[in-house]
């Protein structure tokens, strides 16, 4: 993932102003079409797994010269993934209102996609 990340922030610059503003316009929508799908994948396993980070105290070797170590004591952080219930009610709720606010967000998306469409026309080759 991490050699993605530059590889998508390279091709979000080569974009062109109309597909960015396009991009920033279909944004909302696109993401609460992905809350929705979280939301139903989490239902559906009936766990959400959260992310938390630790920090422990682990014995290794610590460089005091060159090519000089010593035994010691250092901490390090390990992430810790843990499953947690799903509140269903609270799923379900927030569901139910995506559902409602999602023929609104398409319109906006659309008005804004048309809005782009004017301000930044495509040049004919």
């Given at each position: 993932?991490?050699?993605?990340?530059?590889?998508?922030?390279?091709?979000?610059?080569?974009?062109?102003?109309?597909?960015?503003?396009?991009?920033?316009?279909?944004?909302?929508?696109?993401?609460?079409?992905?809350?929705?799908a979280?939301?139903?994948?989490?239902?559906?396993?009936?766990?959400?797994?959260?992310?938390?980070?630790?920090?422990?105290?682990?014995?290794t070797r610590?460089?005091?010269?060159?090519d000089?170590?010593?035994?010691?004591?250092?901490?390090?952080?390990?992430?810790?993934?843990?499953?947690?219930?799903?509140?269903?009610?609270?799923?379900?709720?927030?569901?139910?209102?995506?559902?409602?606010?999602?023929?609104?967000?398409?319109?906006a998306?659309?008005?804004?996609?048309?809005?782009?469409?004017?301000?930044?026309?495509?040049?004919?080759?």
């Amino acid at each position: 993932m991490r050699v993605l990340i530059p590889i998508f922030v390279l091709l979000a610059a080569c974009a062109t102003p109309q597909e960015r503003c396009i991009n920033d316009a279909a944004g909302p929508y696109r993401a609460a079409l992905k809350e929705r799908a979280d939301i139903a994948r989490s239902l559906s396993r009936g766990f959400d797994t959260v992310t938390e980070y630790e920090t422990r105290r682990v014995f290794t070797r610590c460089k005091v010269a060159e090519d000089k170590f010593v035994p010691c004591w250092d901490r390090e952080t390990y992430p810790v993934t843990r499953r947690v219930p799903v509140d269903r009610a609270a799923l379900q709720a927030r569901d139910a209102q995506l559902a409602r606010d999602l023929p609104g967000l398409e319109r906006a998306a659309e008005r804004g996609t048309a809005a782009c469409l004017q301000a930044f026309p495509e040049d004919e080759a």
